[in-house]
């Protein structure tokens, strides 16, 4: 009698574990369609010198294919010059992007004053550095939950000549 039991209760619990791979199965499909918000980098320009550092703004565009506002949960950046990281930082909690339309989000990028003086040194009469600009863009989608967007872009930015600093 206690092999039949067992032997139900081993049937049985072969097709719950049957049944719970085909949901993950299912999930995992429909997940996998799930849209997600599409990011790019418009610009990034030189803002101002202060007594902390150097200032650049990008302008980045998210598109919204959701008639809902998503929360932005953060915003992390890491700004870099040939493989040497210039700046890097996080932006808790910078908004929200607004129901099917496209949203454009200022990501302030500061360079500490001791490594962009590092910089001038190094570029010579040019003042223009290759930059590449890795953002990560986290965002709270219902049902999904957070996902991180990456985006990036690279180019040339001018770094502050002496009249800036005055």
Known sequence: MASTEQKEVEENGSMISGLLDKAKGFFAEKLANVPTPEAAVDNVDFKGVTRQGVDYHAKVSVKNPYSQTIPICQI???????????????????????????????????????????????????????????????????????????????????????????
Request: hydrophobic share 40%; net charge negative.
């Open 76 to 166: 992390s950046y890491v700004l870099k010059s040939a493989t040497r990281t210039i700046a890097s930082g996080t932006i808790p909690d910078p908004g929200s992007l607004v129901g099917n339309k496209t949203t454009v989000l200022d990501v302030p990028v500061k360079v500490a004053y001791s490594i962009a003086v590092s910089l001038m040194k190094d570029i010579g009469s040019d003042w223009d550095i290759d930059y590449q600009l890795d953002i990560g863009l986290t965002f709270d989608i219902p049902v999904v939950g957070d996902i991180t967007i990456p985006v990036s872009t690279q180019g040339e930015i001018k770094l502050p000549s002496l009249r800036d600093f005055f």
